[in-house]
């Protein structure tokens, strides 16, 4: 081999090593910032495929332009009412501009931590404005379990106090004052929401406490009400009673006396036909008579004169 051909062959590596170190590919995904000695010497490249650079001197920088995660640890907050909290919150964001998030924070670690810093503040001052039930009711819609019940509307107003912001609000409000300062950073804050809201045991002990009592005096007017409307049934109930029981003895006397009246008029009618006839009924009344007066265990002491006696008389001829 020749020293010619030798040399020719060393430039095309050199050149080759040279060509594949100048290029490289950038994703959909992707955006690059080309720097020289770390500082940036060119536009942001945010378009798809192959890209040149010139090798050695200058480097490629990749950023993500996908949504990014921000997720922040739980802390102790106080709200307006004095009542202290945990609160966890997440964000969604992307990088916006990627020479100023270069030039600002270098990476999406510097960004997590300086993102730690203005959601964190933000989320405690507006936290800090708003009582708890604004932060953990979104609308003052009444549960269905109030819906049907007949508590008054102080009452229900006490269990479900009316809400003016509630938590989408706040959360917006959270994100429009951090948003500018993440601006600052190249960065475009998408979303930001409350994960997990929850107290301190010191004071989640009073609120389960505070809401045994208040179930017991819901229970209490209940059993209240239901007692009341029990009496009213039952009071209806013995009314409605002694009402039919009215109108059945009446019912029953007027078919008695009618039966009565139907009885005398037969009884007279039949005493009126002839004097046998009279006789034989005085007979058989009388009969009737000893019947329902005497038993076995009575003594009856009478005159032979007695009218009650007279039939007595002619016994055996006597």
Same mark, same amino acid.
């Given at each position: 081999m020749s020293k010619r051909t030798i040399v020719w062959g060393s430039v095309i590596v050199v050149a080759l090593i040279i060509l594949v170190s100048a290029a490289f590919i950038v994703n959909e995904t992707e955006q690059? @910032?080309?720097?020289?000695? /770390?500082?940036?010497?060119? $536009?942001?490249?945010?378009?798809?495929?192959?890209?040149?650079?010139?090798?050695?001197?200058e480097d490629a =920088?990749?950023?993500?332009?996908?949504?990014?995660?921000?997720?922040?640890a739980a802390?102790?907050?106080?709200? $307006?009412?004095?009542?202290?909290?945990?609160?966890?919150?997440?964000?969604?964001?992307?990088?916006?501009?990627?020479?100023?998030?270069?030039?600002?924070?270098?990476?999406?670690?510097?960004?997590?931590?300086?993102?730690d810093d203005i959601l964190n503040g933000e989320t405690r001052n507006a936290v800090a404005k708003h009582n708890l039930v604004e932060l953990v009711r979104s609308t003052n819609r009444k549960p269905l379990a109030m819906s049907d019940t007949s508590l008054s509307d102080n009452s229900i107003e006490d269990v479900f106090p009316t @809400? $003016?912001?509630?938590?989408?609000? @706040? =959360?917006?409000? @959270?994100?429009?004052?951090?948003g500018p300062r993440a601006k600052e950073l190249g960065i475009e804050l998408l979303d930001l929401r409350f994960k997990r809201i929850n107290y301190v045991k010191e004071v989640q002990r009073k609120i389960y406490e505070r809401m045994i =009592? &208040?179930? $017991?005096?819901?229970? &209490?007017? #209940?059993?209240?009400?239901?007692?009341?409307?029990?009496s009213k049934i039952l009071g209806a109930k013995e009314r409605e009673l002694k009402k039919i029981q009215s109108e059945a #003895?009446?019912?029953?006397? &007027?078919?008695? /006396?009618?039966?009565?009246?139907?009885?005398t008029q037969i009884y007279a009618g039949a005493y009126n036909r002839n004097a046998e006839t009279r006789d034989f009924f005085r007979f058989?009344?009388?009969?009737?008579?000893?019947k329902t007066t005497f038993s076995d265990k009575d003594w009856l002491i009478l005159t032979t004169e007695s009218e009650f006696y007279k039939y007595f008389k002619n016994i055996n001829g006597k």
């Open positions: 690059v @910032i080309i720097t020289r000695m /770390g500082k940036p010497v060119r $536009k942001p490249i945010m378009t798809p495929g192959i890209h040149f650079k010139v090798p050695i001197i =920088t990749f950023f993500d332009k996908r949504f990014l995660e921000w997720d922040g802390k102790q907050v106080p709200t $307006k009412d004095k009542r202290f909290i945990w609160v966890d919150t997440y964000a969604r964001w992307r990088i916006a501009d990627p020479l100023l998030f270069f030039q600002r924070v270098r990476d999406e670690r510097g960004a997590q931590a300086r993102l @809400i $003016k912001y509630g938590r989408e609000k @706040i =959360t917006r409000e @959270i994100l429009a004052a951090a =009592t &208040e179930r $017991k005096r819901i229970a &209490e007017k #209940y059993r209240s009400e239901g007692q009341g409307e029990a #003895y009446r019912a029953a006397e &007027e078919i008695k /006396g009618n039966a009565d009246a139907k009885a058989l009344k009388t009969l009737e008579t000893y």
